[in-house]
């Protein structure tokens, strides 16, 4: 089973993917956590997308692409996979398609996490990060037993750098101009699912098990 995640900054996607990876037992491939991990190892790769993201900006679609195309060839990815935040352009889906289609291959469900930009700003400004296991929480939404303190694996919890008000904000636009086109783009393929996204986490994932099939 090979699945998209489509929504928004914060929409819940990558809420969803692990627990979509978690059931099915496949692989979650976050762009956005592959770019972070770099981040944090100072890798060149890393160091390259940095000043992107810090700004909201979406890091070129060179630095991604190949990146994705090699990941879904892994072994473990022989029985799907969950991509979250990729594709993020036009480009970066007919790239994918390609790729796939090389192997013989192509994505089954395309799920569209829908929520308005009004619920989005407060969501983020609420966000936790590890900075060890990556794990996500929500000081109001998704609570972690103890204040400030992973509950997977004691890490301690930051505020994303890039969940400030003002870049939140930018990131919706660019949001809007260049990923939103992709709900066109796989409404055409035949595989794009809509769920509410507004709704609690865990009837938000009934919905998506709908629509996967238990
Ligand atoms: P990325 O890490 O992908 O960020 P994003 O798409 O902006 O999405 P988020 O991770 O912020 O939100 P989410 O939808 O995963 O929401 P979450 O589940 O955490 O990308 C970061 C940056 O990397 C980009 O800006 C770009 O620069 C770069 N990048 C990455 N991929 C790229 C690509 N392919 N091409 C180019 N550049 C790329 O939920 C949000 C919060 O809400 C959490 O606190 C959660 O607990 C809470 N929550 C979730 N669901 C609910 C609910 N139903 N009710 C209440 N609260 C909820
Ligand atoms: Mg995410
Ligand atoms: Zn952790």
Do not use: W
């Amino acid at each position: 089973m090979k699945i998209i995640m489509l929504g928004a900054p914060g929409a819940g996607k990558g809420t969803q993917a692990k627990k979509i990876a978690e059931k099915y037992a496949i692989p979650h491939i976050s762009t956005g956590d592959i770019f972070r991990a770099n981040i944090k190892n100072g890798t060149e790769l890393g160091q390259k997308a940095k000043g992107y993201m810090d700004q909201g900006l979406l890091v070129p679609d060179e630095l991604v692409v190949d990146l994705v195309a090699d990941r879904v060839k892994q072994d473990d990815c022989k029985n799907g996979y969950v991509l979250d935040g990729f594709p993020r352009t036009i480009p970066q889906a007919e790239a994918l398609d390609h790729a796939l289609a090389e192997m013989g291959e192509k994505m089954d469900y395309a799920i569209n996490v829908e929520v308005p930009d009004e619920n989005i700003v407060n969501r983020m400004s609420g966000r936790r990060a590890c900075v060890d296991c990556g794990a996500t929480y929500h000081i109001v939404y998704a609570p972690t037993k103890e204040d400030g303190v992973c509950d997977k694996c004691g890490g301690s919890l930051i505020l994303r750098d890039d969940d400030k008000p003002e870049t939140v904000k930018k990131r919706l636009g660019v949001y809007h101009d260049q990923t939103q086109p992709l709900i066109d783009y796989y409404t055409n393929a035949g595989i794009l699912k809509e769920v509410d996204g507004t709704i609690e986490i865990e009837d938000v994932f009934g919905e998506i098990v709908k629509i996967l099939g238990a």
